[in-house]
């Protein structure tokens, strides 16, 4: 605690720590506040409160801050070598959010097929009015729970970073259950000695996940692409995985 305040002295000065001490109940109680949704008893619910309210505050995309054009350039640009060396032709990307980033990605590169999949239907119904076409649909759909349309790769972006244990448990099961032969999804691989460890959150949440770590002891994958650290926190990458490496660690 004494640490704490001797450091935003030394970063912010006297006056400004002094405003921070005293308001802090009240932040506390905002802060609180703002993470009511979380008490909604479903995880529909929840994630259609943070689409409503555009709780990860960002001006570009409802999806959040990872799901800009900026953040995303680098993925963009090495996404066609995985399509071409995996020869992939079609995708489901779930979740696929607003689109964002993605949109841009298919104008440049023709799909036969894409079908973005997301929990919140008025995502889904937006999404249907501004782009759908003869390759492209959007569906409901949680990944958790619900079968997963044929296709030759699964994008799961920025979404297992939302899910508790057991949820991310039961996506990698329905996963390994579904015609999908390949998985491209986010990982952040914790710095040596960093102070970071995985934990548990209640679905809905946020925290960052390092799939090589425990409990999750993913083997090493097939294709990385680095991504831009929007949070300074350990290298983010999407990650490619066959099924038949996932087959074997689910539990
Ligand atoms: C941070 S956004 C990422 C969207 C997208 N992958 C991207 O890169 O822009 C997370 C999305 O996951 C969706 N979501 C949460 N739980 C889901 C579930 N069980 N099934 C499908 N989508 C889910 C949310 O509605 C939200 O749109």
């Known amino acids: 605690m004494i640490k704490k305040i001797t450091n935003n002295i030394t970063k912010y000065g006297y006056f400004e720590t002094l405003k921070k001490i005293i308001f802090y109940p009240y932040n506390f109680y905002l802060y609180k506040k703002k993470r009511n949704f979380l008490n909604l008893k479903n995880a529909k619910d929840r994630f259609t409160e943070i689409y409503k309210t555009n709780y990860w505050n960002n001006e570009e995309s409802v999806s959040g801050p990872g799901s800009t054009i900026e953040i995303t350039e680098n993925l963009r640009s090495k996404l066609p070598i995985v399509l071409k060396k995996y020869n992939i032709n079609t995708i489901l990307d779930a979740p696929c959010g607003d689109f964002n980033w993605m949109k841009l990605f298919l104008a440049d590169n023709k799909l036969t097929k894409y079908i973005g999949g997301d929990i919140v239907p ?6 249907n009015q501004l782009y759908k076409n003869n390759a492209v649909t959007f569906v409901e759909l949680d990944i958790i729970k619900e079968s997963l349309p044929e296709c030759d790769l699964m994008i799961c972006r920025d979404c297992l970073i939302h899910f508790s244990y057991k949820d991310i448990s039961n996506f990698l099961k329905n996963f390994c259950n579904s015609p999908i032969k390949y998985l491209l999804v986010t990982n952040f691989r914790f710095k040596n000695n960093s102070h970071s460890s995985n934990r548990d959150i209640i679905t809905g949440d946020h925290r960052v996940i390092d799939l090589m770590a425990k409990p999750f002891n993913f083997p090493s994958p097939l294709f990385s692409i680095k991504e831009k ?5 350990g290298s983010v990458h999407m990650e490619l995985f066959d099924k038949s490496q996932l087959s074997s660690i689910k539990n």
Do not use: H, P, R, S
């Open 122 to 127: 008025e995502i889904i119904k937006k999404n």
């Open 229 to 233: 650290d929007e949070q300074n926190l």
